[in-house]
């Protein structure tokens, strides 16, 4: 049985791919999405508080997955 973190990794990693391929397939089929989901990214923020708190990091994290369903 896994521990804790690589599950945690395991699951990150499959829900990852699902939204990708779940982009895509949107995507070809309503243009659109990607523009819409990358104008979005002002609003994203990472919820930590402290010094923790990176909110570039996480948009950054988004913008590279919108970028790489494009193609």
Same mark, same amino acid.
Do not use: K, Q
């Given at each position: 049985m896994p521990d804790a973190i690589t599950e945690t990794r395991?699951? @990150?990693? /499959?829900? @990852?791919? +699902? +939204?990708?391929?779940?982009?895509?397939?949107? @995507? @070809?089929?309503?243009?659109? %999405? +990607? $523009? =819409? +989901? $990358? /104008? =979005? %990214?002002d609003k994203l923020g990472d919820p930590v508080s402290g010094a923790d708190r990176d909110d570039g990091a996480v948009r950054s994290i988004a913008a590279k997955m919108i970028a790489g369903a494009r193609g």
């Open positions: 395991h699951r @990150e990693i /499959a829900v @990852e791919h +699902l +939204l990708f391929w779940t982009m895509r397939y949107v @995507e @070809e089929r309503h243009p659109g %999405l +990607l $523009d =819409s +989901l $990358d /104008a =979005s %990214l």
